[in-house]
């Protein structure tokens, strides 16, 4: 970091312990400073126009973090999120894209573990048992390698990564310049981890939750709702970041995307949402939890509705395609390294060329897979059918064909044309009704920009 962008975060730091809210406009200012490239000046307006507006959600949303979660925290999650992640990680990762000819991620998620303590339906994690683990030095090793790419932001996933909560505390402590993120079941979440969120800073968890309390235990098992619950309150108490996630389907998308629903989590200090849609991926799948086209254009027009009146801020993994031009996978935005290693492009697809103990990642991100992803990408000019999988199943059985690449699946390989089988029907069932939802926000945005 250079003298001038050194100063800049010294004083950013300065200003969000002092009487935050009313130096926003100096903040921001020095947010355009840092982003030497513009490769956010977009985004930098847009939340700039929205946190200025003392009557808007947003502020709200920020008002209640400087009030609800500890300084240190939000400072935190300033300089190692926001400049280190986005702001100075990008130009470098654009950078390196630029240099080596390849996907340059701005996130990496990796397994520590397949363990898990619950047997979810419709998951595969629990059926791999506690088999495979990235070892400390290998998380650590991935973190260096990332850095030097560009990449400051890390999500574990599983398995339940909170099975190995000691050893990712110890790699927060080694990487202060990074962010930690978590999705997480909640049931493994207890005093001694609060207290050391607290102390490292750097790391923030999703609780993983299906909606009520039918809904959670018909999924994950009886008690677990009433265990994410508490350990929501616990987290609260010691002032911590933390959100949910959810995996809506056929059977709970309503109740998800309900405001009952949400403005509970929002009151239990829930800052952030998830939202992934049900995915039909390994030996235990269950096609029929696939959510119908109504349900995903009910999540879509949620998820709008959300941003504009509640104070949460509000991602769906899917439905957010038409912001971020469509799939992300890939390296494109992330990819994903599984507990045995396999370094994959995306979380639901359970395809590799590499091994991250055999490579380094720079070399897994030009494996054949995931070159064969950046020459394809977007998959579909309508970006509300991002998913190779999901929305165009011919574009992944054609990758993962012509790369060579091969299942990773650690319970039974599956092969290409199989899995692709299951969601054909989902994806021409979705088609026209994304196509409608594509023409009419297309049609708002000319309308918008005419304006």
Known sequence: MMIGQKLAVKLLM???????????????????????????????????????????????????????????????????????????????????????????????????????????????AAEYGSNHNLSYEMLDSICRQGKELGVYFYIFSGGEPLVRWKDLIKLCAAHQDCYFFAFTNGTLVNEELCQELLRVGNFALAFSIEGDEEATDLRRGKGTYRKVIAAMELMRKHKLIFGYSTCYHRYNTESVGSDEFIDDMIARGCRFAWNFTYMPVGK??????????????????????????????????????????????????????????DVEPCAFI???????????LLEALKAPL?????????????????????????ALRAMVKESGAKSTDMLAPE?????????ESAAAQWAPVADQLWAESQAKHDELSAG
């Open 415 to 423: 092969d290409v044309d199989d899995l692709c089988a299951k969601t």
């Open 14 to 124: 300065g200003y969000l312990a002092d009487k935050p809210m009313e130096k926003l406009p100096r903040m921001f200012s020095l947010a355009e400073k840092l982003d030497r490239r513009n490769l956010h000046a977009s985004q930098i307006q847009a939340v700039k126009k929205a946190l200025l507006d003392e009557g808007s959600n947003w502020r709200l949303l920020v008002e209640n973090l400087f009030r609800e979660v500890d300084l240190r925290l939000i400072q935190k999650l300033v300089e190692s999120f926001i400049v280190n992640a986005n702001l100075l990680g990008g130009a470098r990762a654009q950078a390196a894209a630029e240099k080596h000819d390849c996907n340059i991620p701005w996130a990496i998620l990796m397994d520590p573990t397949s363990a898990c303590n619950l047997s979810c339906v419709g998951c595969w």
């Open 370 to 394: 995931f070159q064969a992803y950046r020459r394809r990408q977007p998959f579909n000019p309508n970006h509300l059918r991002p998913c190779p999988l999901l929305d165009n199943p011919d």
């Open 350 to 360: 359970h395809y590799s060329n590499v091994n991250i103990h055999d490579v380094t």
């Open 284 to 341: 235990g799948a269950k096609p029929d939890l696939i959510a119908t086209p109504e349900q995903r254009a009910y999540m879509y027009r949620r998820a709008r509705e959300i941003r504009e009146t509640k104070p949460i801020f509000y991602m769906d993994f899917w439905n957010d395609g038409e912001y971020v031009n469509g799939c992300i996978a890939g390296g494109r935005c992330y990819l994903h390294i599984n507990a045995a290693g």
